[in-house]
């Protein structure tokens, strides 16, 4: 019984918070700049070293530049692993990882001022480069021995910057990366808090979500070729007009979805370019995206079939041409159905309005549910907000998650 | 019968057709690069002076810079005009307005041999800066008295040259197109022969069409603001997607046509940005032009009415923001019905397949109206092509139409 009465310091975790806010800010309100590799990052990085230091931890750091605080792991026993990442998107708010990574020094920080007595290690870490300055996932993937020196060799920033030059300029050797991979035996479970970076949670008034999936997905970029022709001399029983068929489209996703896919399947068309592209000319051509989601690989490949034949439809009636490309697939993860039970436990013994749900963004514990058992609990996000400065998320609600962070570590280390 | 046995010399207009091709005619088949004032244009501008005066007609240039070549025109009676453009777009086809000033010359040397006697003097016109390399109808518009000090003054090409300037490093001054006007009492009557411009006669298999209106037209440019979000992580009912509205207005263009047109609207979409325009983002906004054309007033105004009325309602439905801005509004005009009377009768004289129809695209002509009776001629454009190398009509499409202009301007000037 002693597990669930055991509290984390509110206070220290938001005062943590706050302060690594500054680090990286922008003196003009435009939110917050600390991309991997790049000074905030790394003073950032000085930062959290100090506060695991402090916080009585072990403090490691691997080959990938992930940074560990570690309570009474050893080679002995494999570890229960916590964390996310702190580095962040250009204009960034102040929660998303970093919350996850903050959240799991203070769970681990609590449970060592409490002396909990765990079957298991208990490491926090915060993974190197999730948000994707030189490609993303790059410490979690080095952990989980997934990376290449390809990989590290053509890594660059949107400047030019590669990843090596980035690494080199504070002491650090990328190829290290290659040396960062943690044999899945040393890791008996990961679990990762992160905000939802959606509106689900906030719509539905929960506290705290328990998420079972991290959907998969494809991204296609499709073409449509029709005729380019004048606006105005051209009647409109004798177009081929692209944009058109991309429209009709567009109107039948919902009904596809319907048919095809689940409760959790989305797809969105986001990109958008006409071919010649003047008010005055009937677009000869259209290129587009398309993004779609769902946890099950079956529903993903039934929605890619029926998405298929409703395009090719559209073009034999139409007139047009149909190609696309696949530009990204990524298969879904299932989160370790024991450690889901023991967080909706662990939710339903602290009283919280907690709802299963899926994870339609990516994390590190995509990765990392390759090497080892994975779990994850999502707070809400304020109006679905993410990747943005008016990121929010309710200090109750932090507090909320970061206690159900605790108890499930606790359940997961076995803790006496 | 004297007149309906007069025929061009189909020769003579074929040689100089290829000829004026020559001049401004891109060294690797990318076309015809002959925009107004520029090196290639004066060129053309002095070989046509030429060929008015081996023509045997009175060779004449106003203010404005446009070339006539008059046949027994004066001061004591009205003239008949005939003309078009010799200036091109870039990267043009041999055709276009080009066409249309030819077929003047020959018109007027083949009457000039027959010894035609006419009640009215007869004037061919090569219209300055018709297709818009200072804004367009530039001729047309001075010989009309529409033309301003301010207009001239800021007239500027793509690359900064202003008019003023363009038309000094060739000795003239733009400011005397001011001197250009006509008054409407000189004018009896202004013809144009012109390519289609699209597919109808080359699709319906006739030979010449009869132009009973120039479209007028409305362009908008439109938003459709909604909520950019996450493409994995909102649920398809928690979103409002910009895109999806445009899309639904899209598939009602055809209604609205149906419901509120007449047989020659047209309606286009022919420019859409999305916003932020990533494949993974629900776009929060779109922003597009419509570009919609019909002959008559009434009918515009009512579709711009349900355009309106079926934007609020899925902006209402779709919970989006709907704006819009007026970017163009150019009134219809109507040929005159004595003129369409004697192109027709003329085309059936001849024999020749002939079509009624409404001209979707600009001309001088649809300046020329404002101070004359006016009509066009239009001979087919194969597949519809136009402002392309490609642009192709028949040659024996070409001598039709240009022995229907002679019997045209036969009947209007009142040869005996």
């Known amino acids: 019984m002693q597990s669930t009465q055991l509290k984390i310091n509110f206070q220290r975790l938001k005062a943590d918070i706050l302060a690594l806010a500054e680090i990286g800010k922008s003196s003009d309100d435009r939110g917050i700049y600390r991309m991997a590799f790049t000074d905030a990052d790394m003073q950032a990085r000085a930062w959290l070293e100090s506060r695991i230091v402090d916080g009585g931890l072990e403090y490691a750091s691997d080959g990938a530049a992930n940074q560990f605080g570690k309570l009474g792991a050893s080679d ?17 708010g102040h929660l998303d990882g970093t919350l996850g990574v903050l959240t799991a020094l203070e769970c681990l920080r609590t449970m060592r001022e409490a002396g909990s007595r765990t079957k298991y290690g208990l490491e926090m870490i915060a993974f190197s480069d999730e948000e994707g300055r030189f490609g993303g996932l790059l410490g979690s993937e080095s952990l989980a021995g997934e990376i290449t020196p390809e990989r590290i060799h053509n890594a660059v920033d949107l400047s030019g ?35 939802e970076q959606g509106p689900v949670l906030d719509r539905l008034g929960h506290q705290v979500g328990v998420v079972e999936h991290i959907t998969g997905l494809f991204k296609w970029s499709i073409r449509l070729i029709g005729n380019a022709n004048h606006a105005g001399t051209t009647p409109m029983n004798m177009r081929r007009d692209a944009f058109h068929g991309l429209a009709e489209f567009s109107g039948e996703i919902p009904r596809i979805l319907e048919e095809h896919g689940g409760d959790n399947s989305v797809a ?56 696309f490309d696949v530009l990204s697939q990524v298969r879904s993860v299932a989160c370790d159905e024991m450690i889901v039970q023991t967080v909706a436990d662990a939710a339903e013994a602290l009283g919280l309005r907690s709802h299963r749900m899926p994870s339609g963004a990516v994390h590190d514990a995509q990765i990392m549910a390759r090497v080892a058992p994975m779990g994850m609990i999502f707070v809400p996000s304020k109006d679905g907000r993410s990747h943005n400065p008016a990121e929010w998320t309710h200090w109750e609600d932090i507090e909320a998650g970061a206690n159900l962070a605790l108890q499930t570590l606790l359940k997961l280390s076995e803790a006496e």
Chains 1, 2 share one sequence.
């Open 76 to 92: 002995d026993r494999p570890s229960i692993l916590m964390g996310s990442h702190i580095d962040s998107v250009p204009a960034a």
């Open 161 to 195: 910057v590669t990843l090596i030059d980035a690494m080199k300029a504070h002491g650090l050797n990328a190829m290290d990366a290659l040396q960062a991979r943690r044999s899945p035996e040393s890791i008996r479970s990961y679990l990762e808090l992160h905000i």
């Open 268 to 323: 969105t068309i986001g990109r958008v370019d006409l071919f010649p592209g003047t008010a005055n000319t009937v677009p000869g051509r259209v290129e587009f995206s398309l993004d779609c989601r769902d946890t099950s690989e079956e529903v993903l490949e039934a929605l890619g079939g029926a998405f298929r034949r409703a395009l090719s439809a559209i073009a034999r009636r139409r007139d047009l041409m149909f190609e």
